[in-house]
């Protein structure tokens, strides 16, 4: 039986005020959503220094100019993503492993992209000290997707991109939906893309500001070293 520690007692509590405050207040409204945004813990995706500063409403560093998103990004995004529990779930730009984590909590198999191997074996290490077992994370140069799992039916790009990836869209299952930042280096808007048979609807979102797509379909023309 696990033992409560004064500390998780003291994070459960930030992470329901976390829930209210930043992501009900502001129009979140999915409760499979909102309740594993309650039971995830967020400090434990974020640098030791930082964890006083997990439940803020803010991105944070996590290493390699990287950075975990704001939990009303990160909520906004799943919510537009709409997954559901049979769902398979790709995320492009796993970094430390929250989304992932999420999208392991509300499908039933994801599988994350990072390109920094030090990230990537960081975000395995904490899912696997979180008993996260239907997760999947490997290194590489993942802006043109994995298409040895595909197709997904949700595809979260967690890095912004200048286009809508054609090669991720292409992964997409029937019925699935792609929701990834679009737009230039300092601002984007969250795009969606619905797959219905041969058709796609896109539909715009929220605006937003995300850490740069790396590798050949991102701001790079070729995958930078990592």
């Not at 290493?63 to 990004?73: A, D, K, N």
């Not at 077992?133 to 912004?160: K, L, R």
Request: glycine residues 8%; proline residues 7%; contains cysteine.
């Amino acid at each position: 039986m696990a033992v409560t520690t004064d500390e998780d007692s003291r994070m459960a509590a930030r992470r329901d005020e976390m829930v209210e405050e930043q992501l009900v207040r502001r129009g979140i409204a999915d409760q499979r959503l909102l309740a594993a945004m309650r039971a995830l813990p967020r400090h434990c995706f974020v640098e030791p220094a930082l964890r006083h500063l997990a439940y803020e409403d803010r991105p944070l560093p996590i290493g390699g100019e990287q950075t975990i998103s704001q939990p009303f990004m990160v909520a906004r995004v799943t919510e537009l993503a709409a997954p559901r529990p049979t769902d398979r779930a790709l995320e492009v730009g796993t970094g430390c492993g929250y989304q992932l984590a999420l999208l392991a909590q509300l499908c039933a198999e994801a599988w994350g992209i990072e390109l920094l191997p030090a990230l990537a074996e960081r975000a395995r290490a904490t899912l696997a000290a979180l008993g996260v077992t239907n997760a999947t994370v490997a290194s590489f140069d993942g802006s043109g997707g994995w298409e040895q799992h595909a197709p997904y039916d949700v595809i979260i790009v967690s890095a912004a991109a200048p286009r809508i990836p054609s090669l991720l869209v292409a992964q997409l299952a029937e019925g699935g939906r792609l929701v990834v930042p679009v737009g230039g280096p300092d601002e984007q808007q969250l795009a969606r893309v619905r797959r219905s048979g041969d058709s796609y609807e896109t539909t715009f979102d929220t605006r937003c500001r995300y850490v740069n797509l790396l590798g050949r379909y991102g701001f790079e023309h070729t995958p930078p070293l990592a």
